[in-house]
């Protein structure tokens, strides 16, 4: 059974940085690409970043790029999200998700972590 | 980016209705796409892929249809537990774009 827990996160100051982490457990993690979801309370998902299964080939969403950055540990079966220069608008719960194949184009989100909250606030 | 856009945004339903919902794309993306369940206070589950395949242990009174711009997510006779709210995902091209939602709600 496919297992995806994420970690980290909690509350970060404007300007700050947070680290998000997901452990994954009950497939071939390096075989699959990963991407991280989000979504503000009350609101709808919104997708972040993706990354390959090599970790060769990362996507962003225009709103965090430079200041999100996703990569992944495959001898540790862990993806990452590193955020930086935190705003008001980074508050969300996190989602890790599970890919569907090794590319990041083209798959789809196949499995899902529980969620981590992230708060940005003074 | 491609834009994805739900009917209705909510919908009153009773156990054993039949719901369809509408996800409409900006432009044609093939059959990349996707619906997703949330229920309540819940990580976002996933259903169909494909645009019509189930994924697996998704029961069958689930079905999706459409290829192109226009899709649909139908639930033959609704469940208790079909009472969340669903998105649908185009994975055609980067950005991935959810849309923004159709919450199903008991009536």
């Known amino acids: 059974e496919v297992q995806l827990v994420e970690s980290g996160g909690g509350l970060g100051q404007p300007g700050g940085s947070l680290r998000l982490s997901c452990v994954a457990s009950?497939?071939?993690?390096?075989?699959?690409?990963m991407s991280w979801v989000r979504q503000v309370p009350g609101k709808g998902l919104q997708w972040v970043a993706s990354?390959?299964?090599?970790?060769?080939?990362?996507f962003y969403a225009d709103s965090v790029k430079g200041r999100l950055t996703i990569s992944r540990d495959n001898s540790n079966n862990t993806l990452f999200l590193q955020l930086n220069s935190l705003r008001a608008e980074d508050t969300a719960v996190y989602y890790c998700?599970?890919?569907?194949?090794?590319?990041?184009?083209?798959?789809?989100?196949?499995?899902w972590g529980p969620g981590r909250p992230v708060t940005v606030s003074s | 980016d491609i834009q994805m856009t739900q009917s209705p945004s909510s919908l009153s339903a009773s156990v054993g209705d039949r719901v369809t919902i509408t996800c409409r794309a900006s432009?044609?993306?093939?059959?990349?796409l996707a619906w997703i369940q949330q229920r309540p206070g819940k990580a976002p589950k996933s259903l169909i892929f494909?645009?019509?395949s189930l994924q697996t242990g998704v029961p069958s009174r689930f079905s999706g249809r459409g290829s192109g711009t226009d899709f649909t997510l139908t639930i033959s006779s609704l469940q208790p537990e079909d009472f969340a709210t669903y998105y649908c995902?185009?994975?055609?091209?980067?950005?991935?774009?959810f849309g923004p939602g159709t919450k199903v709600e008991l009536k």
């Open positions: 998700a599970q890919k569907s194949a090794y590319y990041a184009l083209g798959s789809y989100l196949q499995a």
């Open positions: 009950g497939f071939t993690f390096s075989r699959f690409a």
């Open positions: 990354i390959s299964s090599s970790g060769g080939s990362t």
């Open positions: 432009q044609a993306i093939g059959n990349f």
């Open positions: 494909g645009a019509s």
């Open positions: 995902q185009q994975y055609n091209s980067y950005p991935p774009i």
